[in-house]
């Protein structure tokens, strides 16, 4: 079983509607959790980090975490045509950022 | 801006060359990462280095090899390289404030071919 695993997707979503990405992570032991962005033929950026149970909220974008059931969610509201890219999920475990290998997010205007 | 910056952005090499990838950053930070990424497979860390005289190795280290010449450039070698390392490489930076190990920042990425 992969440490962090995603739905590869591709996920489609009207514009305008709430898109909703998930993650599941096999080690108890991680922390912190991160949410990054890919646009195609570029390199990931940091959007969104959670490390407590619930949400965290930051303008569009809410990531959720249940340490108990070993997920963590990313919700993104409005959704707009800019929002088309893959997320990755990244979980961190002994000083190390474990990947999983993204979720394609469409757009649909 | 601060940045981090890798030459060359691509390469097209034979099986059995050695190849140097570099990563330069002007950010200050003392962590530094090397990852490759492959379809499907996501990013999977090769090597890391918390500071100039702390190199680890990553999850796929067999067959590279790093250097840490300054804080600001860390530098990866395929010593003798095989179509199976072909893939996207990206050089990663983290501050030990901040943001931690959570928050890297990466560099453009190198395509790398090996026919």
């Known amino acids: 079983q992969k440490e962090v695993e995603q739905n590869s997707g591709p996920l489609s979503v009207p514009e305008g509607a709430i898109a909703s990405l998930n993650c599941t992570y096999s080690?108890?032991?991680?922390?912190?959790f991160f949410w990054y962005r890919q646009y195609s033929g570029k390199s990931p950026e940091l959007i969104m980090s959670?490390?407590s149970n619930g949400d965290k909220e930051d303008g569009r974008f809410t990531a959720q975490l249940n340490k108990a059931s070993q997920y963590v969610s990313l919700l993104i509201r409005d959704s707009q045509p800019s929002d088309s890219a893959t997320y990755l999920c990244?979980?961190?475990?002994?000083?190390?950022?474990?990947w999983g290998a993204g979720t394609k997010l469409i757009i649909k205007p | 801006d601060a940045d981090v910056t890798q030459t060359p952005r691509n390469r097209i090499t034979k099986t059995g060359k050695r190849i140097m990838l570099e990563c330069s950053q002007t950010?200050?930070?003392?962590?530094m990462y090397w990852y490759r990424q492959d379809p499907g497979l996501g990013l999977r860390l090769i090597y890391y280095?918390?500071?100039?005289?702390?190199?680890n190795k990553g999850e796929i280290s067999d067959g590279y090899s790093v250097s840490r010449q300054a804080q600001a450039k860390f530098s990866l070698s395929l010593e003798s390289a095989i179509p199976n390392q072909t893939a996207l490489y990206f050089c990663?930076?983290?501050?030990?404030?901040?943001?931690?190990?959570?928050?890297?920042?990466f560099g453009p990425g190198t395509r790398l071919t090996v026919l």
């Open positions: 990663a930076t983290s501050d030990l404030k901040g943001g931690g190990i959570g928050e890297q920042f």
């Open positions: 950010k200050g930070h003392d962590r």
């Open positions: 280095s918390f500071d100039v005289k702390d190199i």
């Open positions: 080690d108890r032991v991680s922390q912190s």
């Open positions: 959670i490390y």
């Open positions: 990244a979980v961190n475990l002994n000083y190390q950022l474990i």
